[in-house]
């Protein structure tokens, strides 16, 4: 079966060092992925050579089979690759239902002149409302973004990369900057993504990424060093070496 998502021999250096080092991997439909690895170890630019935000030296991406090193970020949206942003990047005078709605018109591209009136528009708002709620902040949805809280903020980044019918779906940190109390939130969000997608989240809480992924890849120096089950991650000598040491020793190690 052609992988959903693949990148193959992918390479990019800033200033002649390597932050990105010959980086091959594919994922099919309804995989779990975490992507792993110390500060500076190249994932947000592995995930920017990804969306199509970076062009790499060398190597390529691919979207159910298609070659899309050459196609601009949109064009990549458009064949399937979905993302959320580490940081928030949310209009704050604007509410949820319109966030989403404008996610749905840029989907269909039905955007531009019919910015104006689509809240009243019964296809894109039901759709936006069944996102919206699927996601816990049917309550919220018409509130101003400033009103609601920043794990709340999280979930509706999610939702608007959902709006777009992903195939593929890049999490940069879901949980990074969102209160403990809010984090199951985000967890059952996470738990509930539709089984066919392809997830691979980027993220540094260990708990989460064992509760979430099937499988983990840990990136050092531009590099994949690791690739295979959770339960094997802690055991293995480079990833304890690199980056989980303390983590392993503690009582979480399998
Ligand atoms: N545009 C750029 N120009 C020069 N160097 C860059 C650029 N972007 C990233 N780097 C360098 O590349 C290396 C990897 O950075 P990157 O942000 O991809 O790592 P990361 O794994 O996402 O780190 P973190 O977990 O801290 O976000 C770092 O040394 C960084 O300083």
Do not use: C, W
């Not at 309804?30 to 190249?42: F, S, T, Y």
């Not at 979207?63 to 940081?87: D, H, K």
């Not at 996102?131 to 509130?143: A, C, I, K, P, V």
């Not at 509760?211 to 055991?235: C, H, N, Q, Y």
Request: hydrophobic share 45%; net charge neutral.
């Amino acid at each position: 079966m052609t992988p959903v998502f693949e990148v193959n021999g992918l390479k990019k250096a800033f200033s002649g060092l390597a932050v990105t080092n010959d980086v091959s991997l594919s994922m099919a439909s309804g995989d779990r992925v975490a992507l792993i690895g110390p500060n500076g170890a190249g994932k947000t630019t592995f995930v920017n050579l990804v969306t199509g935000h970076l062009r790499p030296d060398a190597g390529d991406v691919r979207l159910n089979g298609e070659v899309v090193t050459g196609i601009n970020a949109t064009g990549r949206v458009r064949r399937g690759l979905g993302r959320s942003f580490q940081v928030t990047r949310l209009f704050q005078d604007m509410t949820p239902a319109e966030h989403v709605g404008i996610a749905i018109l840029q989907r269909d591209g039905r955007s531009g002149r019919m910015f104006g009136n689509f809240l009243s528009m019964p296809d894109v708002m039901e759709e936006a409302t069944g996102l919206l709620s699927g996601l816990g902040l049917l309550d919220l949805m018409h509130r101003k973004v400033s009103e609601i809280a920043y794990g709340q903020q999280r979930l509706l980044e999610i939702a608007m990369a959902l709006a777009l019918r992903p195939k593929v779906l890049l999490l940069d940190e879901p949980a990074a900057g969102v209160p403990q109390s809010d984090t199951g939130r985000i967890e059952r969000a996470l738990a509930d993504l539709p089984a066919d997608l392809a997830v691979l989240m980027i993220e540094h809480d260990m708990d989460l990424v064992f509760r979430f992924a099937k499988r983990v890849i840990v990136l050092a120096a531009g590099t994949i060093i690791f690739d295979g089950l959770p339960s094997e991650v802690t055991k293995d000598a480079r990833v304890r070496e690199a980056y989980l040491g303390s983590y392993a020793d503690a009582s979480h190690a399998a």
